[in-house]
């Protein structure tokens, strides 16, 4: 089969791993983009670290905020290009949908599409959508939200971050023990430091017992087949415990709470909020998290006809 120039591209780049490695593992797995990953991995050729890659597609990654931190939103509304992206229309428009979200709280973006806007005399986000796009010229799509509530008692705050001028987005929700720390300038100061750090290391859950029972069982079979590949004998009893060092290394690497602080390597985020505890007056936690890369996951015309 044909494999596309734009797949092995973003194979290399999601992977770290060599063109012509990325074109071999696209053709071994007919073009499957995730399983081409999991090829590479399993040969030891690529990186857990890599997850992310770099996204390609363009748009918006924007936050909204409830003036006292009581509510959030992250919300990604991708276009065909960056041109677009940077008018004045489609940031009202991406602004007017966000806001609406802040206040109407719709679950899903189906149920968004649906909701009049006050703001907008009554129109629907779909019907927002298809004006924009008539206007603009390009196809666009409202993508995914997140929508926080702060914790109730006033012992919450929400905090989010914009890097890359909407390329990546996050929305992080801490509480604390006492409420008159909610607001205070050390709490926000950590909550900004902890968006900061989402943003750049790019943990996927908050906690090693949140990730799911099949992807830990994934991480295993990839780690197993690392080490048979590598060519080195190792007693069953050995190879187990190389296993699951190998498997504890990667959930580190994208669990939050044990990830490096990027502003200070020597520890951990959970760490830093044991250190930061005292400071809050007692009782702080990290309750959960979101962030948004621009067109992550998502697959363009080339990568639809690669794969099919």
């Keep these: 089969m044909e494999i596309s120039a734009s797949l092995v591209k973003d194979l290399r780049e999601k992977t770290g791993a060599g063109m012509m490695d990325c074109k071999k593992a696209l053709v071994e797995t007919q073009g499957n983009f995730d399983a081409a990953v999991d090829y590479l991995r399993k040969k030891g050729i690529a990186s857990a670290a890599k997850k992310a890659g770099r996204a390609t597609?363009?748009?918006?990654?924007?936050?909204?905020?409830?003036?006292?931190?009581?509510?959030?939103?992250?919300?990604?509304?991708?276009?065909?290009?960056?041109f677009v992206s940077r008018t004045e229309q489609f940031k009202q428009f991406i602004s007017m949908v966000g806001n609406h979200i802040l206040v109407a709280n719709p679950s899903t973006v189906e149920e968004l599409a649906n909701q009049p806007i006050a703001a907008a005399g009554g129109k629907t986000p779909s019907l927002l959508l298809q004006e924009t796009i008539a206007t603009l010229?390009?196809?666009?799509?409202?993508?995914?939200?997140?929508?926080?509530?702060?914790?109730?008692?006033?012992?919450?705050?929400?905090?989010?971050y914009i890097h890359g001028e909407g390329k990546v987005g996050v929305l992080v929700d801490v509480s604390v023990g006492n409420p008159a720390a909610a607001h205070g300038e050390a709490l926000k100061a950590?909550?900004?430091?902890?968006?900061?750090?989402?943003?750049?290391?790019?943990?996927?859950?908050?906690?090693?017992?949140?990730?799911?029972?099949?992807?830990?069982?994934?991480?295993?079979?990839?780690?197993?087949?690392q080490i048979q590949n590598s060519g080195k004998a190792m007693k069953p009893e050995f190879m187990?415990?190389?296993?699951?060092?190998?498997?504890?290394?990667?959930?580190?690497?994208?669990?939050?709470?044990?990830?490096?602080f990027v502003k200070d390597p020597n520890k951990t985020i959970a760490q830093l909020i044991k250190e930061t505890d005292a400071a809050v007056g007692g009782g702080l936690s990290v309750r959960r998290f979101a962030r948004f890369m621009l067109g992550e996951g998502l697959k363009d015309a080339a990568e639809e006809g690669a794969a099919n």
């Design 57 to 82: 597609k363009e748009g918006l990654v924007a936050s909204f905020l409830h003036p006292e931190g009581k509510l959030g939103v992250v919300l990604e509304i991708n276009c065909e290009t960056d």
């Design 137 to 160: 010229g390009e196809n666009m799509s409202i993508r995914r939200f997140a929508r926080f509530a702060a914790a109730d008692g006033g012992k919450g705050l929400i905090a989010s």
């Design 190 to 225: 950590f909550a900004k430091d902890l968006t900061m750090h989402i943003a750049a290391a790019a943990p996927q859950w908050l906690n090693a017992s949140d990730v799911p029972a099949e992807v830990t069982t994934k991480e295993k079979e990839i780690a197993l087949a």
């Design 240 to 260: 187990e415990k190389a296993v699951e060092g190998r498997v504890r290394k990667v959930l580190e690497e994208t669990c939050l709470m044990s990830q490096p």
